[in-house]
């Protein structure tokens, strides 16, 4: 019998994905992962602060399909042949129990990424996956049916080529695949926290804030969820989204832009002049400082106050037009000048990568040149934090691998 061949480029979560799965639904073929680090899985083992957020209690595909920025279309035909509760069940049938937390991220019950990392490596072990470490692929070329791959340790030479090697943050990065005739995205980076030197509201480093909007002047983006003020400026969800959303906008900005907060969300400027009136009189005998009838932390209610020149042992019958104006409006619509970003350590990925209108979501193999198949953030798809971006390398990882599946026993029959 003629014994196919797979390489996989990448040892991270898309590649011993494709890598397992391949080699567990064709035994006859040989499957070997090519890492050019001496580690395998390194951004698993780093991954959620260490525990590993794997995937995202959300099982609705065209929900779901929302949490990325990049990829929306490509996933709602990806979904449906490998998410969510795929994941759950196919570590869960190894033995590794998952577990959601409230905001709907989902780790292993053991709060170590190091049960993933060791489940994977029990099975690629069990199905006999090849794997050479230290082993940078520089090129790679089509001769004849084979694809032959070049590495700083030797040459190697397979039917089917799996590309799962992780987000680069140069376009020069793309060149070995450029040349095979795929185009790129440009890469920018995703998932950031916002610098704002110098402006005193970083005094409240530490506060958080359940609920904000954030708008992105001179653009139609906005998000909503929690806010944290940390000490170069501002993170927490409703941040990271927005730089998720707006990774290419922000990146043409130069990350110089502003931000418009609105503190109450559930308001605006025009309503909460309305309701002006209402909440002054039913405060009218208390001191301002004191008496914060929004639920917003002390310490941001009291920064607001200074700000407004307010005093804080003033009554609220006493509080000025010129100060309630103010205050009026920076309750809903404070202006924030933000210059330069910060990398968000917990999770950050790459936007742009292999053009998905290059790639068939069905099977994720190129369109351009036949037995090249791709997956994980090499190609143009990220998610917010919560693990999407996992999900999303499981998903290519699993399609890839049934349909070098399929290819390999059509060929065999
Ligand atoms: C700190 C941090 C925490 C994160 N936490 C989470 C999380 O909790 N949940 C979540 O969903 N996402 C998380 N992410 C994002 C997630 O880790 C990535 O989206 C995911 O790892 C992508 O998987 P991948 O297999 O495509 O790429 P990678 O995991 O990057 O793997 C690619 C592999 O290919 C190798 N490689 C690259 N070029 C070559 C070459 N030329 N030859 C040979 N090998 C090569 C690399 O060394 C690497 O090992 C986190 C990211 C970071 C940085």
Redesign the pocket.
């Given at each position: 019998m003629n014994t196919k061949t797979l390489i996989v480029?990448?040892?991270?979560?898309?590649?011993?994905f494709c890598a397992i799965n391949s080699a567990r639904m064709n035994p006859d073929m040989k499957v070997t992962i090519?890492?050019?680090?001496k580690?395998?899985?390194?951004?698993?083992k780093?991954?959620?602060?260490g525990?590993?957020?794997?995937?995202h209690a959300c099982f609705d595909i065209d929900e779901l399909a929302k949490f990325y920025p990049r990829g929306q279309h490509f996933l709602k035909k990806a979904f449906h042949w490998f998410k969510t509760n795929d994941t759950i069940q196919w570590f869960e049938e190894l033995g590794v129990q998952l577990k959601a937390e409230q905001d709907g991220r989902m780790f292993p019950t053991t709060n170590s990424s190091q049960t993933i990392i060791d489940c994977l490596l029990k099975e690629s072990l069990k199905y006999k996956v090849d794997i050479i470490t230290s082993?940078?692929?520089?090129d790679i070329q089509k001769q004849e049916e084979k694809w032959v791959i070049n590495?700083l340790s030797g040459n190697f030479k397979t039917d089917y080529l799996m590309i799962?090697?992780?987000?680069?943050g140069s376009s020069a990065k793309f060149d070995?695949l450029k040349q095979i005739g795929h185009t790129i995205e440009e890469p920018v980076p995703s998932l950031f926290t916002f610098n704002i030197p110098k402006n005193p509201i970083i005094q409240l480093m530490g506060v958080s804030i359940p609920k904000v909007q954030i708008k992105l002047v001179g653009s139609k983006l906005q998000t909503v969820g929690p806010l944290l003020i940390t000490h170069w400026g501002l993170s927490g969800p409703a941040i990271l989204k927005l730089s998720a959303y707006g990774a290419r906008e922000l990146a043409n900005k130069k990350y110089s832009f502003s931000i418009i907060i609105n503190w109450l969300p559930e308001t605006n400027e025009q309503s909460l002049r309305s309701d002006w009136m209402n909440i002054r009189n039913a405060n009218a005998s208390q001191k301002i400082g004191g008496k914060n009838p929004f639920g917003l932390p002390t310490r941001l209610w009291q920064y607001f106050l200074i700000t407004c020149k307010i005093k804080e042992e003033s009554r609220w019958a006493e509080l000025a037009a010129a100060n309630q104006n103010k205050l009026i409006t920076i309750l809903t619509a404070q202006i924030f000048e933000v210059n330069g970003k910060t990398t968000f350590?917990?999770?950050?990925?790459t936007c742009g990568g292999i053009k998905l209108n290059e790639i068939d979501p069905n099977t994720m193999q190129s369109k351009k040149v036949d037995n090249l198949f791709f997956?994980?953030?090499?190609i143009d798809i990220?998610?917010v934090?919560?693990?999407?971006?996992?999900?999303?390398?499981w998903t290519n990882?699993w399609i890839a691998a049934k349909a070098i599946t399929e290819k390999s026993k059509a060929i065999q029959m």
């Amino acid at each position: 019998m003629n014994t196919k061949t797979l390489i996989v480029i990448g040892g991270g979560a898309a590649g011993f994905f494709c890598a397992i799965n391949s080699a567990r639904m064709n035994p006859d073929m040989k499957v070997t992962i090519v890492e050019k680090q001496k580690q395998l899985l390194s951004k698993v083992k780093v991954s959620g602060g260490g525990r590993c957020n794997v995937t995202h209690a959300c099982f609705d595909i065209d929900e779901l399909a929302k949490f990325y920025p990049r990829g929306q279309h490509f996933l709602k035909k990806a979904f449906h042949w490998f998410k969510t509760n795929d994941t759950i069940q196919w570590f869960e049938e190894l033995g590794v129990q998952l577990k959601a937390e409230q905001d709907g991220r989902m780790f292993p019950t053991t709060n170590s990424s190091q049960t993933i990392i060791d489940c994977l490596l029990k099975e690629s072990l069990k199905y006999k996956v090849d794997i050479i470490t230290s082993c940078e692929v520089i090129d790679i070329q089509k001769q004849e049916e084979k694809w032959v791959i070049n590495t700083l340790s030797g040459n190697f030479k397979t039917d089917y080529l799996m590309i799962a090697a992780g987000g680069f943050g140069s376009s020069a990065k793309f060149d070995w695949l450029k040349q095979i005739g795929h185009t790129i995205e440009e890469p920018v980076p995703s998932l950031f926290t916002f610098n704002i030197p110098k402006n005193p509201i970083i005094q409240l480093m530490g506060v958080s804030i359940p609920k904000v909007q954030i708008k992105l002047v001179g653009s139609k983006l906005q998000t909503v969820g929690p806010l944290l003020i940390t000490h170069w400026g501002l993170s927490g969800p409703a941040i990271l989204k927005l730089s998720a959303y707006g990774a290419r906008e922000l990146a043409n900005k130069k990350y110089s832009f502003s931000i418009i907060i609105n503190w109450l969300p559930e308001t605006n400027e025009q309503s909460l002049r309305s309701d002006w009136m209402n909440i002054r009189n039913a405060n009218a005998s208390q001191k301002i400082g004191g008496k914060n009838p929004f639920g917003l932390p002390t310490r941001l209610w009291q920064y607001f106050l200074i700000t407004c020149k307010i005093k804080e042992e003033s009554r609220w019958a006493e509080l000025a037009a010129a100060n309630q104006n103010k205050l009026i409006t920076i309750l809903t619509a404070q202006i924030f000048e933000v210059n330069g970003k910060t990398t968000f350590k917990e999770e950050f990925v790459t936007c742009g990568g292999i053009k998905l209108n290059e790639i068939d979501p069905n099977t994720m193999q190129s369109k351009k040149v036949d037995n090249l198949f791709f997956g994980g953030e090499v190609i143009d798809i990220d998610g917010v934090t919560g693990g999407f971006n996992f999900q999303n390398a499981w998903t290519n990882g699993w399609i890839a691998a049934k349909a070098i599946t399929e290819k390999s026993k059509a060929i065999q029959m």
